[in-house]
């Protein structure tokens, strides 16, 4: 059986079928009572409301993609939910979105290592990050048979602001290229990126036929891009 790392590299381009997004409203005082604005740069916090959890968002977050996608959920051949914040440790936050849209059983995923065998050290820095992600777009692109001067537009790490700014440095992309918001996305951690590339198709910022690279970074260290062709594709809000 092929490793994680293996799985990942295999993966360089695909398009979108659909996008959704479950988003509460935000709540202004929330933002300021936490932490302020002026130490996080985060304007942008939800509070939810009794009854509502991780699982129910992403599950609405589905229902709006599959509908955005005109698919029905039988056509789905896996879920994937990604969450700093998972209603209980077991079972998995994915299960728990199969369950609440209606599926069935059946194994969503399995992760190669664990935790007791790390693939590389955990205690990277700042440098560590911005050299990863270099990496990553290097490895995606190559994938994928691109350049940078060909992609479009990169969707950046919303909670990494400074990673990205000195990546994008290092690699000489232009400011226009690069969609990063911190202050609207920084507080969304997993559900950032989607979130971006839905805003970003209302907006009218993603065209048919545009390359769009998507990177993430975080604590481990970890870092992941991926390359998508926007072909016309539809988005919805739960």
């Known amino acids: 059986m092929p490793s994680l790392a293996h799985a990942r590299q295999a993966v360089a381009l695909g398009s979108i079928a659909g996008i959704g997004v479950n988003r509460p409203g935000a709540d202004v005082a929330l933002a300021r009572r936490v932490s302020g604005t002026d130490l996080t740069g985060v304007s942008y916090r939800v509070q939810a409301q009794h009854g509502v959890s991780t699982a129910s968002l992403a599950a609405g977050a589905a229902r709006a993609a599959l509908r955005a996608a005109n698919a029905e959920l039988a056509t789905v051949g896996m879920i ?40 590389r050290p955990g205690n990277g820095d700042r440098r560590t990050l911005v050299e990863g992600v270099g990496e990553a777009v290097t490895g ?45 996305y920084g507080a969304l951690l997993a559900a950032a990126p989607l979130t971006a590339l839905h805003d970003g198709a209302v907006a009218g910022r993603l065209q048919d036929g545009m390359i769009v690279l998507v990177l993430e970074c975080g604590s481990g260290p970890v870092w992941a891009a991926a390359c998508l062709r926007w072909q016309k594709t539809r988005v919805d809000q739960w």
């Open 140 to 184: 995606c692109l190559t994938k994928a048979g691109l350049r940078l001067d060909e992609v479009d537009l990169v969707v950046g790490d919303q909670s990494s602001p400074e990673v990205m700014q000195d990546w994008s440095r290092q690699a000489g992309l232009a400011s226009n290229r690069l969609l990063l918001d911190p202050s609207q």
């Open 80 to 119: 994937v939910v990604g969450t700093s914040s998972p209603d209980v440790l077991w079972p998995s936050a994915a299960a728990a979105v199969l369950r609440a849209v209606n599926g069935g059983s059946g194994v969503l995923a399995t992760v190669s290592g664990g935790s007791a065998r790390p693939a």
